[in-house]
């Protein structure tokens, strides 16, 4: 029986889970961003003119919170520059000519039967392969699981999928049962555990009863069905929901010995390990109500937005946002040029008709925001605060344990930019801090002088 | 591929929202009061009715009127200033001069909601307190009451006096229909009101700490110390029938502005508000304390925000205390 959660939302969650899932032939051109990850980013192991094969190496940064990118197609790579990231900003990138052979790399080969049981051999495969959070956080996921070695007592794989539109981690499910229990598998021996456990909502009954089918337990792995309630697939949440512990303010999942991996990490676990297959490849989903038809698309990385509309029909409406990932957390993208990397979930295209802001948010003081703050906030009082600049009570008030899940504003009648200010908040905070230790050094300086 | 540009916004996360807005909350307020209002045209006849009228026309005007004056964005869409409208008539008597619920709705709209900056920000109940203007400015008029022009006493009293509620022919279930109850247009009949309180938890317009945490605490004094020879049962029923409490503490204490938004301190305010009643009715001058007793907990509202903090994700009572012996090392 899974543990509840205080507050929290139910957005109109838009799914269309029966949308099947597309193998999207890969474009002419893929465009790689060497950051497809948190941490340093990759410097390219390739020049204009190499040819690669689908699967090669083709960045990489010895660094230890970072993750090796690979090539998704096999073909020449005709540029090595600054592309548009989908995050903003220009980023190093490889643009790789397509031949349509899908010529395969052979430097990975799949684990041995030994090696599959060996905790050390699943992670530096891992690492090697540039496994990393593909829900969306893209933390390198051989650095997560070695750091929690000896700390973490529960491994967490989080299949909850809360977010309005997404479903392709359901798909996986759907498509990948047993691969996926075995990708879970590794992720536990990894761990060094006798037992995962893979929190679903209930919203996805078909899936859950679909992996209970295959046996789980054989893998060391326990199916929990989950309240449906957004952010019920947020880390700290499923943490809460599995094992009802609670991650400190500013503490880590470690600190309470959970370790969360989301479905599909799992699933490119499964393909590194098994198959030797390093990760270029996901199932997102593309929807709003721009897109002609939305779909489920099984998509290789470096795939350009203006590609993947194609293959869902183009636009019916005119566009206004992109959206990276769920509606709730996701990113806004500014240019059809980006392409998907591994941490993209899915790919929304708004319209007017989603668009809810108003002309003059005014807050009527209702508290609803307070009911549904996962996190026990007051983001009222958060807000109020922060347009008065006063550090010291958005301090007070926790404004920096605020993870951005977006539940306030969804809910605020009033139609307040909550999330949006607590989130600008945090990096004047940082800001504040860059400085004051700007300042200290300068003064230290200064001290060493006389 | 697609060959046309497009410009693409940069916008706030989350991109969906809820469809429920401020002017979706306040209509719900006002079909949460329907059942009260229609119930007092049923009881009171056609004058009920115009003082409604006159009463919303004028609070809708006076808003509209100053943010225009005042070049503010128009607000009256939130309809907000609506339900300011019929709160403000429903506590007052049928006998009422037309005229007066437009000096009630100046007072509550302009003085009390906007010069303090409009919704959200006024700390009284702009209702109430223009409802307190117009009683200590015309008081016998404001407690004259009629039905179909025969003047009564109303069982608060006919309590307060120390009289008998029954041998003046209410009983109970007159009490609890309003069907014949003489008092203020909106108040007379408690399950109109409970009704509308249902719809507004319903559509969770309102959550229940205040209005039972207020009726609760009435209940529980009220047994605990009848009087006047009174059954407890007896005593704590015709309190909580009588009188402006289903009023008050479904629609009146639930005010946004003027009441906490923390959880804990929506029970804290509904203990006050039900304690603060229940001593003016028993020691105060007047039959009925709920409007002064909810006025008086507006102004507490803030302090109580403040000292009722719910509690952090990930932070407990060890912690807690152990922050606090922390900072008291720290300080000595």
């Known amino acids: 029986m899974p543990y509840k959660f205080r507050g929290g939302v139910h957005p109109d969650y838009m799914k269309a889970p029966d949308e099947p899932v597309i193998v999207v032939t890969p474009p002419p051109q893929v465009i790689i961003p060497m950051a497809q990850h948190i941490g340093a980013p990759c410097q390219p192991l390739v020049a204009v003119g190499d040819y690669v094969t689908m699967g090669q190496k083709i960045g990489e940064n010895p660094a230890p919170v970072s993750a090796p990118v690979h090539s998704p197609v096999s073909g020449k790579v005709v540029a090595v520059e600054p592309r548009p990231h989908p ?31 060996n905790p050390e051999a699943i992670l530096a495969r891992l690492r090697e392969a540039g ?11 051989a650095f997560k699981i070695r750091g929690g070695l000896g700390k973490v007592d529960t491994l967490i794989i989080n299949g909850a999928e809360c977010e309005p539109y997404l479903n392709g981690d359901h798909w996986t499910m759907r498509l990948h049962p047993e691969e996926l229990l075995k990708g879970i598998e590794l992720a536990r021996i990894a761990s060094g555990l006798d037992k995962a456990y893979y929190g679903i909502e209930k919203n996805k009954m078909d899936a859950i009863e679909l992996l209970n089918s295959k046996n789980p337990a054989q893998y060391g792995v326990e199916i929990v069905p989950e309240e449906v309630k957004y952010p019920q ?36 676990i499964y393909k590194a390990c098994y198959l030797g297959i390093p990760c270029y490849e996901r199932i997102l989903t593309v929807g709003g109500s721009a897109i002609n038809k939305p779909y489920n698309l099984q998509c290789r990385v470096g795939t350009p937005f203006r590609y993947i509309v194609e293959q869902c029909g183009g636009f019916v409406k005119t566009p206004k946002k992109i959206v990276l990932g769920g509606p709730m957390m996701g990113l806004i993208a500014t240019s059809l040029d980006a392409v998907n990397i591994k941490g993209t979930a899915g790919i929304l295209f708004f319209t007017e008709e989603e668009d809810r802001t108003v002309e003059n948010p005014t807050c009527i003081r209702c508290g609803k925001c307070i009911t549904v703050c996962p996190m026990g906030l007051e983001p009222v009082y958060m807000y109020m605060y922060f347009k008065k600049g006063d550090f010291e009570n958005m301090k007070k008030y926790h404004i920096l344990d605020c993870f951005e899940c977006g539940s306030c504003s969804f809910n605020c009648p009033g139609r307040m930019p909550l999330t949006h200010s607590f989130k600008t908040a945090k990096l004047l905070f940082a800001a504040k801090a860059a400085e004051e230790k700007a300042r200290a050094e300068a003064a230290a300086k200064e001290a060493e002088k006389k | 591929m697609i060959q046309k540009e497009y410009t693409f916004d940069a916008s706030y996360q989350p991109q969906v929202r809820t469809k429920t807005d401020t002017s979706r909350v306040m209509l719900d307020v006002i079909i949460g009061l329907a059942p009260a209002m229609i119930f007092a045209v049923w009881q009171f006849g056609f004058k009920a009715l115009a003082l409604i009228a006159v009463s919303v026309v004028a609070s809708v005007f006076f808003e509209w009127g100053y943010r225009k004056l005042m070049k503010k964005p128009n607000s009256i869409g939130d309809l907000s200033a609506c339900v300011t409208g019929i709160l403000l008539v429903l506590c007052m008597p049928v006998d009422a001069p037309l005229w007066m619920p437009v000096v009630g709705a100046f007072f509550a709209i302009v003085i009390v909601k906007q010069l303090y900056g409009g919704i959200g920000k006024n700390f009284l109940n702009p209702a109430l307190a223009g409802r307190a203007f117009l009683f200590f400015s015309w008081t016998s008029t404001m407690t004259k009451w009629t039905i179909d022009g025969v003047t009564m006493a109303t069982p608060l009293s006919i309590l307060k006096a ?18 014949g109850l003489p008092g203020s247009l909106g108040e007379v009949s408690a399950a109109a009101l409970l009704i509308g309180g249902i719809w507004l938890l319903a559509r969770k317009v309102i959550n229940w700490r205040i209005p039972v945490a207020f009726i609760g605490t009435v209940a529980v004094l009220t047994f605990i110390f009848p009087r006047g020879g009174y059954s407890n049962v007896d005593w704590m029923l015709y309190n909580l029938l009588s009188g402006g409490l289903f009023l008050g503490a479904i629609f009146m204490a639930t005010d946004y502005s003027s009441s906490p938004v923390t959880l804990n301190g929506q029970l804290l305010y509904g203990f006050g508000c039900g304690a603060l009643t229940v001593l003016i009715r028993y020691f105060g001058g007047f039959p009925e304390g709920v409007s002064f007793a909810i ?37 000595a």
């Open chain 1, 87 to 117: 995050l903003g900003d220009m980023i190093m990138a490889v643009v790789i000519e397509n031949d349509y052979q899908d010529t395969p790399c052979t430097d990975m080969a799949p684990l041995t039967e030994e090696e599959l049981k």
């Open chain 2, 295 to 331: 006025l008086i907990m507006n102004l507490c509202a803030w302090a109580i925000d403040k000292g009722t903090r719910g509690r952090q994700f990930g932070v407990t009572k060890e912690d807690l205390k152990a922050a606090k012996k922390a900072a008291k090392e720290a300080k």
């Open chain 2, 162 to 179: 120390g009289g008998d509620v029954t041998a003046s022919g209410f009983d109970l279930m007159q009490m609890f229909t309003g069907i």
């Open chain 1, 131 to 141: 496994i990393v959070g593909m829900g969306g956080a893209m933390f390198p996921t």
């Open chain 1, 233 to 268: 697939g947020a880390e700290k949440m499923q943490i809460k929901a599995i094992t009802n512990r609670e991650v400190k303010p500013g503490g880590l999942p470690a600190g309470v010995g959970c370790n969360v991996v989301s479905t599909q990490t799992a699933y490119a």
